[in-house]
């Protein structure tokens, strides 16, 4: 009792103190706040800087390799035309050398004729008769001339052959350095977009950093308004602090959970809507009663060619909306990211993101066909194995061995997804579907919907944006439905290809919504807990699908689709529980 008998002489003063100490701590806090935002814009300054020197030393570079090619196509050009002016050169002197020694020859040869008609001198005067001395004289010169022209045509075939040899060495130098300067301008290229790539994540690991050192400062301001009266220590989570008498807190404080709140809202809004999208599905391929008033839906059966006729009609609206307007307000580098997809060092991202999009285009197919067979809740129940085959397909692919609750999740997701099939519906399902066809398509679509998870996240391992990935996937997904639908031919009444348009109209509408409060609540709560939230899906459908098409399910499918939701949760929390035992070490 002692340290607490001085208690009550103190409480008169403790408004003051508290007060007192709310003062310091705001200053306190301010001023750490404005020496952070004073680091971290000499820090961005600094990396802008340092960005603008590394472009201006590649602005160097190219301008030096332009430099060197000029010079080198002026060395080759003076180097030639030295060539030509030498190879002239030698073909004279060996013309003039040829014609002196024939003339010499001939010389020789009529001055030694002349001295054998001088020694028979004395010859009658027939021999003055110019007829046969002409005539050898008229050969001679022939021969002459002949081997001259053979001389003059060997030394012009051999500068002939030299000169074609002289240029296809040229041409293979050429175009080597061509080749050269392609490949110099493809790693400029590649090394403009690491460094590039480089800054954003130094930028986006400070603000994020920053961002961390604010909230934490934030929430322990928040502890320290706690008004019991025990000694001013208080955990870092913290949650909001109660309105007492005391001094408006900072706005930092109380935007925070505004923040969060708002964060919560847009990702659960998203998950009602794509359980609402499920509805619209089920209306579109089996006739409902909408609220207890209306029978209305059953436009198409629920089969795989009406299945590719919907994707296409939906994806027909999505795709280019996302393409063209979505997703460069989200990443303003789309563009950019998918024409890089195209270099040969990204070929197999290429791949990777194709092959998800085709994962994406089959899982569709089937949950559709399943969504027209089976009741929606159960259709969606059992979709959600999906992320029991991630873990099962993590492990092969990544070596990430599953923990023994993931393992007992995997177990108990199975047994709810047995509990939602009744034996006495296996062989029929309300809309006169086949039931135990909508639980198999159903269980397809969330295996191959896992093939689609599990290479989206190979493609985050290579630093790809979601939105160009998004892009890429939705026009894959488009183009395959497009180019199915000849070889799978369709079948709709005249009088519904009104209400059918509606429809597809209606999922483009849910589409875009639920992506975009998706990507707009993300960054407000955290990928992780987006996960979780997203998680619900089999009991909001179900829940969703009572209200509007009073679609009842039994008790045991009740206790399944519970028992689904409750462990995809799980596992959507061990998740998040193990990267942060994963990224601990790496804090620490």
């Known amino acids: 009792m002692g340290p607490l008998d001085n208690l009550p002489n103190s409480r008169p003063e403790d408004p003051r103190e508290l007060q007192n100490l709310l003062a310091s701590m705001t200053q306190e806090i301010r001023s750490v706040q404005q020496n952070l935002t004073v680091q971290l814009t000499q820090e961005v300054a600094r990396l802008q800087a340092e960005k603008t020197r590394l472009m201006d030393d590649i602005t160097k570079l190219q301008s030096q390799q332009q430099q060197i090619l000029g010079r080198q196509m002026q060395s080759v050009n003076q180097r030639q ?13 060996v013309l003039a050398s040829h014609l002196q020694e024939d003339l010499s020859q001939r010389l020789k040869e009529i001055l030694a004729a002349t001295e054998r008609q001088a020694i028979t001198g004395s010859a009658p005067p027939q021999s003055f008769a110019p007829a046969p001395p002409q005539t050898n004289y008229s050969d001679d010169a022939y021969r002459l001339l002949s081997g001259l022209d053979s001389t003059l045509n060997a030394t012009f075939k051999t500068l002939q052959q030299e000169l074609s040899s002289y240029q296809s060495s ?6 080597r350095m061509h080749s050269l300067q392609q490949q110099g301008e493809v790693i400029l290229e590649t090394l403009v977009d690491r460094l590039i790539s480089q800054l954003q994540e130094d930028a986006s690991s400070i603000n994020a950093s920053a961002q961390n050192l604010v909230s934490q400062y934030q929430q322990r301001q928040g502890g320290q308004l706690q008004p019991p009266p025990v000694p ?15 001094p408006a807190a900072p706005p930092a404080a109380e935007g925070e959970p505004n923040l969060f709140v708002t964060g919560l809202m847009l990702v659960l809004f998203s998950s009602v809507t794509i359980s609402f999208q499920n509805i619209v599905t089920r209306i579109i391929l089996s006739k409902q009663t909408i ?28 795709a280019p909306i996302m393409a063209f307007l979505i997703a460069p307000r989200i ?22 993101v194709v092959g998800s999009g085709f994962f994406l285009f089959v899982s569709q197919c089937f949950i559709y066909i399943a969504l027209g067979n089976a009741p929606t809740g159960v259709a969606t129940a059992i979709f959600f194995i999906f ?9 092969l692919v990544f070596g990430s061995r599953p923990s023994a609750i993931l393992a007992l999740a995997v177990a108990t997701i199975y047994l709810g997804v047995f509990l939602t099939i009744p034996a006495e519906r296996l062989t029929g399902g309300p809309g006169n579907g086949n039931f135990l066809l909508g639980a198999m398509t159903a269980a397809a679509s969330g295996v191959t919907f896992a093939g689609y998870v ?13 939105a160009p990935y998004t892009v890429v996937n939705f026009t894959v997904t488009w183009l395959l439905a497009l180019l199915s639908l000849p070889l799978f031919p369709f079948e709709v009444k005249p009088e519904n290809w009104g209400p059918l348009c509606g429809g597809a109209i209606v999922l483009f509408f849910t589409t875009l919504i639920g992506y975009v409060l998706n990507n707009f609540g993300i960054p407000l709560i955290g990928a992780a807990l987006a996960s979780v939230v997203s998680a619900t899906g089999p009991a909001l459908t179900s829940l969703m699908a009572l209200f509007f098409i009073n679609e009842k399910l039994g008790l045991y499918q009740w206790l399944g689709v519970v028992l689904v939701t409750m462990w995809v949760l799980g596992i959507s929390v061990e998740n998040q529980n193990r990267k942060k035992r994963q990224t601990a070490p790496a804090g620490k």
């Open 291 to 318: 609220l207890g008033m209306v029978d209305i839906g059953g436009f198409i059966s629920p089969s795989f060619n009406n299945s590719l006729l919907i994707l296409a009609m939906r994806y027909s609206l999505v």
């Open 81 to 93: 035309i030295a060539q030509q002016q030498m190879w002239s050169k030698q073909l004279a002197q």
């Open 331 to 352: 990443y303003p580098n789309t563009w950019r990211d998918i024409k890089q997809l195209w270099n040969p060092e990204k070929r197999g991202l290429l791949w990777v």
């Open 387 to 395: 992320p029991t085959v991630t873990v099962l397909l993590a492990w």
């Open 454 to 466: 599990i290479l989206t996240q190979v493609s985050g391992m290579k630093k790809f944006h979601p």
């Open 170 to 175: 040229l041409s293979q130098q050429l175009s």
């Open 232 to 246: 001013p220590v208080a955990p870092p989570t913290v949650a909001p602090p109660q309105t007492a008498p005391t």
